[in-house]
């Protein structure tokens, strides 16, 4: 069975500019989860979808964004790039996102440098 | 202040040494995780923890879960250089309440091995 994919890898852009990531997850799962890693803050929960709804969202401001479509596969938004953007944006899928009785797997993640 | 603690921060051992990496609440933990992470890479899961006194291994990995449900512990026995990497406590609910598809992360625990 194939990992959650990330694409891409690596993305450079410039402050201002805004960058859209896409996730697939796991066969069977519908549960996305978007997390931020830096090494300042380290893992840090930015939104979760299921089914094509926002189910729980994290501390960041609305410049961030996602969505979901109906095959499971999920996209992340940053509009309007600061430096502080700068992180390694990972994406886990699970069954169905609830807690304590599903396990999350998590994809290679987008290394996003904004300059 | 982080709501999950991993000690020590780092480690540095010899291979073939054992060694133990913690992670503490100070608030009951209703899942406990650890992964792997190496360097800029994507997070691998290791186990899952529910139970007080849970106690589960994989291969020379060994996790357990304290009997009040908030501390955790990860011992490594005959430490391999393949072993290196940061390892990650995560919870996906602390205290109760509910959380969908969102894990609380403690800041990290990196593992170097020498030969």
């Known amino acids: 069975k194939a990992g959650v994919t990330q694409t891409p890898r690596y993305l450079i852009k410039t402050r201002g500019q805004q960058v859209t990531l896409s996730c697939s997850p796991i066969?069977?799962?519908?549960?996305v989860s978007w997390y931020q890693q830096t090494p300042g803050q380290g893992l840090q929960f930015l939104f979760e979808?299921?089914?094509?709804?926002?189910?729980n969202k994290g501390n960041f401001p609305g410049r961030f964004s996602g969505r979901q479509f109906s095959n499971s596969r999920s996209e992340m938004n940053v509009s309007t790039l600061e430096l502080g953007d700068s992180a390694l944006y990972l994406c886990?899928?699970?069954?169905?996102?609830?807690?304590?009785?599903?396990?999350?797997?998590f994809g290679p993640g987008t290394r996003l440098t904004v300059l | 202040s982080q709501e999950l603690e991993q000690s020590p921060q780092s480690l540095i051992v010899q291979e073939g040494k054992n060694l133990t990496i913690n992670c503490t609440s100070s608030?009951?933990?209703?899942?406990l995780y650890w992964y792997k992470q190496k360097y800029g890479e994507g997070l691998i899961f290791l186990m899952m923890?529910?139970?007080?006194?849970e106690e589960k291994s994989h291969e020379k990995i060994t996790a357990k879960l304290d009997e009040k449900k908030q501390q955790s512990s990860l011992h490594i026995t005959a430490s391999q250089p393949s072993h290196a990497g940061i390892y990650l406590c995560?919870?996906?609910?602390?205290?109760?309440?509910?959380?969908?598809?969102?894990?609380?992360f403690g800041q990290g625990t990196i593992l170097t091995v020498h030969p």
């Open positions: 886990a899928s699970s069954f169905t996102g609830v807690e304590s009785t599903d396990t999350q797997y």
């Open positions: 066969s069977g799962h519908r549960s």
């Open positions: 979808y299921f089914s094509e709804t926002q189910r």
């Open positions: 608030k009951t933990l209703y899942g």
């Open positions: 923890l529910q139970k007080g006194g």
């Open positions: 995560g919870a996906d609910k602390i205290a109760g309440g509910t959380s969908y598809g969102k894990l609380t």
